[in-house]
């Protein structure tokens, strides 16, 4: 502030001494000569004091100035953060819903564009006054409809997050190969191995060799959909467990969404084991919203069975992020990361029915397969090969033949 003063003085002094010479000069010379010295010493000073003071006045009227717009900006940006502030606690708000106000000021923007359009084909020098108007009218449609996705595009990710188990069911069908099905009769069709085999294999092949093809083709076939992909890695994972001597209960396929994250429950007296599988693809990453979300419904089974020991493991494809592994540490759940499944595996259930002892064999794509248990105690066994299966005294299902239908485990 000081060196402003200074400099600003100093060039008014120069400024004003020029312009003033006329004046002051002459007057200072007469007091001089007329030996009146101190009234010239004085009117100098007088001089000196007034530039100061304009010096001075101008310095403060500018700090003033540059302090009024200084606050009229702090008081514009707290305006406009106490703005973006209140949108965003309504957006937050609005989550849920899918942020319909968000969207509807996007709309609004965008009808301002469209209208600008519309205008234009009215207001050039051929307006075209029916197109303006299927401009208009087409233009309101796109819109509704493209804040109606945003929307439900908004709540579907929003769901996904607070729920990640929701995106293992995105796919839902199984494509199956129409050409390989194509020729067989209504009775044949049913029967699950032709979804794997040509007409002429299916009648030219055993039983056993027909069977044990299509399961090698099962195996084989590429593109399997996620879903079945999530499957069979749940079989795989139960698998493992029954062979140890656990009773497993397949939630996640039977009871799909309803599961609450809870694949497998394996049960050994009263040790229990909670698990939850996600064949992933090795680009995604297993976070710690996985991981509460799992210690979440652990903890309600906890809850809900206090005679049980209940421990939980989470086997991933995938690789899991350092935090969630952290926090599973923490939690006490077990996670087994990048736990592949092992294709061909003994995976053909050995079953003795609980109706006339009957010995019976399920392969994967048949209908019963889940809903068999494979009991140790029993005799039941787990098989690779059908040769094996066929060896041991057991035959294969017949779940998708009606006139045998009685005769099935």
């Known amino acids: 502030m000081f060196n402003q003063f200074t400099s600003k003085y100093l060039a008014k002094l120069l400024s004003y001494g020029l312009t003033s010479m006329v004046l002051v000069i002459p007057v200072f010379i007469y007091f001089l000569l007329t030996s009146s010295l101190w009234l010239g010493v004085l009117s100098v000073g007088v001089f000196l004091f007034f530039v ?3 010096t001075y006045k101008e310095l ?23 703005a973006k502030e209140s949108m965003w606690r309504q957006s937050l708000k609005e989550r849920a819903s899918g942020f319909p106000s968000l969207f509807k000021n996007i709309s609004n923007y965008e ?18 006054y029916s197109s303006s108007e299927i401009v208009k009218l087409e233009a309101k449609r796109r819109r509704e409809a493209e804040t109606s996705q945003r929307v439900t595009q908004s709540i579907i990710e929003y769901y996904e997050n607070i729920a ?37 294999e299916y009648h030219k092949l055993s039983s056993a060799e027909r069977n044990q093809m299509a399961l090698d083709r099962f195996w084989k076939r590429p593109n399997k959909p996620k879903w079945l992909l999530g499957r069979l890695y749940e079989r795989y994972v139960g698998y493992l467990y029954e062979t140890a001597g656990y009773d497993v209960e397949y939630t996640g396929i039977f009871k799909g969404y309803e599961d609450l994250g809870r694949d497998l429950i394996c049960a050994k ?20 919203k996985h991981i509460f979300q799992f210690f979440g419904t652990v903890f309600q089974y906890k809850d809900q069975n206090p005679n049980k020991k209940v421990t939980a493991v989470f086997y991933t494809t995938t ?9 599973g540490g923490e939690l006490g759940i077990e996670i087994k990361e990048k736990f592949k499944m092992l294709n061909e595996y003994p995976c053909i259930k050995c079953n003795i029915s609980k109706v006339d002892g009957a010995k019976i064999y399920h392969l994967p794509f048949d209908q019963q397969y889940d809903n068999t248990k ?32 009685t005769s099935a485990a």
Not at 377 to 400: D, H, L, M, P
Request: glycine share 4%.
């Open 374 to 405: 494979i009991e140790k105690s029993k005799g039941e066994i787990y098989c690779q090969t059908v040769g094996e299966a066929e060896s041991n005294g057991f035959r294969r299902a017949y779940r998708w033949h009606a006139a045998k239908e």
């Open 52 to 54: 100061a003071y304009g």
């Open 269 to 288: 007296g009263k040790e229990i084991v909670v698990i939850q599988c996600k064949n992933w693809s090795q680009f995604k990453t297993i976070f710690e």
């Open 111 to 128: 009808k301002l564009m469209d209208d600008a359009l519309s205008g234009y084909l009215t207001r050039k020098s051929h307006p075209a």
């Open 319 to 327: 690789e899991v992020s350092d935090l969630a592994r952290r926090f």
């Open 164 to 200: 990640p188990f929701l995106l293992d069911y995105k796919e839902q069908e199984f494509d199956e190969n129409e050409e390989i099905a194509a020729g067989y009769s209504e009775e044949e069709s049913a029967d699950p191995v032709t979804n794997f085999l040509t007409k002429d």
């Open 60 to 82: 403060v009227d500018k700090v003033s100035s540059e302090t009024q717009i200084a606050i009229a900006l702090l008081k514009q940006k707290l305006e406009t953060s106490e």
